[in-house]
C-alpha cells in the first residue's frame, strides 16, 4: 500500500522557506546572542554598571576593561550589557503595548465598516496628528519620569499604525467564505473576529512586531538625546550613544561600541522581519501583489 504524502502545516512551510534566507537566519542568530548575553550579564562581567572609579576616569579599551571605560570610570562592556536589557526590554514591552490595543481596535474598525469605521479611524487620524516629542513631554511633566511611561508613551503612538495595517487586512478577509459560513451558524461577532479573523493575519501581526521592534528602539535613542529617555545611573544603548556623542573627539571608544552594538541588532531585526515577510506571505518573494 502506498502512504499518502504528508502535507506540511503553513507554519512549516514558512519555516523552511525562512532557513534559505542566509540573512534572516543570520540576523536571528544575532539576536539570540544579544538577548542572551544581555539576560547573562551579571554572569559575564564582574562589574556593576553603576560601579564607579573616578581616579581611573576614561581609559582606552585593555585587559581589564574590554571595550575601556567612561569618563567616571564605569566599565563600558558592562553597560552596554545592561543597556541592552534595558532597550530591549523597552522595544519588546513597548510593541506588546501597541499589539494589545492596535490588534483588537482595528479588528473591530474593519470588520464592522460603514459608520462604525469612518468613526474610528477619524479618531486615529486625529490622533496620529499629535506630535510624539510634546505628548512625551506632557506625560513626563504629569506622571514624572519612569520606564512605565515609556513603554506607554511609545506603545500610544505605535499601536496607530497596526490599527490601520490590521484594519485593511480585516477588511479583505471579512467577506471570505470561512467567515459567512461563520455567521451563517450563529457564531457572535467577538467569536468571529477573535477565532476566525484574527488567526488569520496572525503571519501579518508577527511580520509587523519585528519591524517595530527596532523603530521603538530608534524612538528611545532619540527621547535619550532629548534627555527624555531612561535617566542615570540606568543605561541603555540610546543613553549610551548619547554620551559617547558628546565626547567622541576626545573618547570615540565610548561612541564606537555602542553605536555598532545597535547598528547590528537594527539591521538583524530588520533582515529577520524582511526574511519572515517573504515566509509568510509568499507573493512579496515571488513579486507578485
Not at 562581567?45 to 579599551?61: C, D, H, I, R
Not at 520606564?147 to 508613551?153: E, P, Q, S
Not at 541603555?236 to 570615540?252: H, N
Amino acid at each position: 500500500m502506498s502512504r499518502k504524502p504528508v502535507k506540511n502545516s503553513l507554519w512549516a512551510d514558512s519555516w523552511k522557506q525562512l532557513r534559505k534566507n542566509h540573512a534572516a537566519i543570520a540576523g536571528l542568530i544575532i539576536l539570540i546572542i544579544l538577548i542572551t548575553a544581555s539576560a547573562l550579564a551579571p554572569l559575564l562581567t564582574p562589574y556593576s554598571f553603576e560601579q564607579q572609579n573616578l581616579e581611573l576616569g576614561a581609559v582606552k579599551p585593555s585587559l581589564h576593561h574590554w571595550l575601556g571605560t567612561d569618563t567616571l570610570g564605569r566599565d563600558l562592556f558592562t553597560r552596554l550589557l545592561y543597556g541592552g536589557r534595558t532597550s530591549f526590554l523597552v522595544g519588546i514591552c513597548a510593541t506588546a503595548v501597541s499589539l494589545l490595543i492596535g490588534v483588537p481596535y482595528g479588528a473591530v474598525s474593519g470588520y464592522a465598516g460603514g459608520k462604525v469605521d469612518s468613526v474610528m479611524m477619524r479618531i486615529v487620524d486625529i490622533l496620529y496628528t499629535m506630535p510624539f516629542t510634546i505628548l512625551v513631554i506632557i506625560l513626563m511633566v504629569v506622571f514624572g519620569r519612569n520606564i512605565l511611561l515609556m513603554f506607554g508613551a511609545i506603545g500610544a503612538i505605535q499601536w496607530l499604525v497596526m490599527a490601520r495595517i490590521i484594519r485593511g487586512q480585516v477588511m479583505a478577509l471579512r467577506k471570505q467564505a470561512f467567515v459567512e459560513a461563520a455567521i451563517a451558524i450563529g457564531a457572535s461577532h467577538p467569536r468571529i473576529i477573535f477565532k476566525h479573523i484574527i488567526p488569520n493575519v496572525l503571519g501579518i501581526i508577527i511580520v509587523y512586531t519585528t519591524l517595530t521592534i527596532p523603530h521603538v528602539m530608534l524612538m528611545e535613542t532619540f527621547l535619550s538625546f532629548l534627555g527624555l529617555g531612561i535617566q542615570p545611573p540606568m543605561s541603555s544603548w540610546g543613553l549610551l550613544i548619547k554620551d559617547g556623542a558628546s565626547v567622541m573627539e576626545t573618547y570615540p571608544w565610548l561612541l564606537i561600541s555602542p553605536a555598532i552594538v545597535f547598528s547590528v541588532t537594527l539591521f538583524s531585526m530588520n533582515f529577520l522581519g524582511d526574511g519572515l515577510r517573504d515566509a509568510l506571505d509568499p507573493r512579496f518573494s515571488k513579486g507578485k501583489f
